[in-house]
């Protein structure tokens, strides 16, 4: 089982980007999706979380009302809409498969996820 996102690139501040995560391979899932990015000389960071049918959407504060997260299963496939983009919105992003977790209505980041992509880079300067 793995996971492939795709999508990432250049684009100015205030812009768009969506990045999709392909899973694939033998599974009893569906799994949850989590996205997470890593800047530059800083630790990975959570941001944003979808359930495997969708039912809980977790967003991390610093992306609330401006990254959605959705899914179709169909295609085994996750997207991760970005509007709004800022130069701190810079970093590679990965998807991973496995489960949100929560404790005490936080969420727990990476605790849970256990297949990993290998990033795409986004980029957002003018």
């Known amino acids: 089982f793995q996971v492939v996102e795709s999508g990432g690139g250049l684009v100015q501040p205030g812009g768009s980007l969506t990045l999709s995560c392909v899973a694939s391979?033998?599974?009893?899932?569906?799994?949850?999706i989590g996205w997470f990015r890593q800047a530059p000389g800083k630790e990975r960071e959570g941001v944003s979380c979808?359930?495997?049918?969708?039912?809980?959407?977790i967003y991390a504060d610093s992306v609330k009302g401006r990254f959605t997260t959705f899914r179709e299963n169909a295609n085994n496939t996750a997207w991760l809409s970005m509007s709004n983009l800022k130069p701190e919105d810079t970093a590679v992003y990965y998807c991973?498969?496995?489960?949100?977790?929560?404790?005490?209505?936080?969420?727990?980041?990476?605790?849970?996820?256990?297949?990993w992509g290998k990033g795409t880079l986004v980029t957002v300067s003018s």
């Open positions: 391979g033998v599974t009893t899932g569906p799994y949850a």
């Open positions: 979808i359930s495997g049918y969708g039912g809980t959407i």
């Open positions: 991973a498969a496995g489960a949100c977790i929560r404790s005490d209505g936080i969420w727990l980041g990476s605790t849970g996820m256990h297949s």
